[in-house]
């Protein structure tokens, strides 16, 4: 029996990279897992196939993030097919965007990530607190660059997710009545597709990327999966309004 067992969970963005990484670790723990995604359902059914193959529950729910009515869509997606309630959110979907420093971010551009980033994982989890039961968990997934502020160019994408962490610090007072926590997991550099186009560029990008950790590697969508499921499970339960470093010390 898993820690999870008997629970549901939905991930958002669950079909790819990080989000996989967390579904498939939660299916292992015995929860049933409602993958989402918004294009790629290809992906998705992947995802599901191998929970199911390592002997767990998930199902595959589409919603496209950023869009007006977004919210309202997941949830009717995700009640077709589960209906019992929710115990495990975690807000993961997000784009990164065009790589431009201040004077050249296009306002359509800053309007899309916002909208995918930030006003996408409130109004879901608005919308999810009635199914929420009490003594559940909302996960949400920020980057270690609102600490860093390491990469101008993605100065956009930081300001979302710095919203994301005030939103969990208070959502966490909000919630707390109701023995749910709330917290953030920060990741630094993960070796996923959103990155490949230059992490995977040569050894030299991959040396230098490594150099950024005490640890000596490129961080794996998996180390940030593990440290989701343990922030869904009982040994979290005096864990609330955090902010987790996820980076492998990469801000020391």
Do not use: C
Not at 57 to 68: H, S, T, Y
Not at 139 to 160: E, F, W
């Amino acid at each position: 029996m898993g820690t999870l067992t008997g629970r549901t969970a939905l991930v958002t963005g669950g079909s790819r990279g990080i989000g996989r990484a967390v579904a498939e670790r939660l299916g292992r723990e015995g929860a049933r897992v409602a993958v989402h995604y918004g294009r790629d359902a290809a992906s998705a059914e992947l995802t599901v196939k191998e929970i199911r193959a390592a002997g767990g529950d998930a199902f595959a729910i589409r919603a496209e993030l950023g869009v007006p009515g977004d919210a309202e869509a997941l949830w009717a997606a995700f009640d077709e097919q589960a209906g019992d309630g929710l115990d495990i959110l975690v807000n993961n979907a997000g784009i990164v965007g065009p790589r431009a420093p201040l004077g050249e971010v296009a306002e359509e551009d800053y309007d899309r990530i916002f909208a995918v980033n930030t006003r996408a994982p409130f109004f879901v989890t608005q919308h999810g607190l009635a199914r929420l039961r009490d003594g559940g968990r909302v996960i949400n997934l920020s980057t270690v660059l609102t600490r860093g502020a390491a990469l101008p160019d993605l100065i956009a994408y930081t300001m979302t997710k710095g919203a994301v962490d005030a939103f969990t610090s208070v959502l966490a007072k909000q919630l707390g009545e109701r023995g749910i926590t709330v917290n953030a997991v920060a990741p630094g550099v993960i070796d996923t597709d959103m990155n490949a186009s230059w992490l995977r560029a040569g050894a030299e990008v991959q040396e230098g990327t490594a150099a950024m950790s005490p640890l000596r590697r490129v961080g794996e969508a998996r180390d940030v999966g593990d440290v989701v499921a343990f922030l869904a499970s009982d040994d979290s339960r005096w864990v609330t309004g955090q902010w987790i470093d996820t980076s492998g010390g990469a801000l020391l």
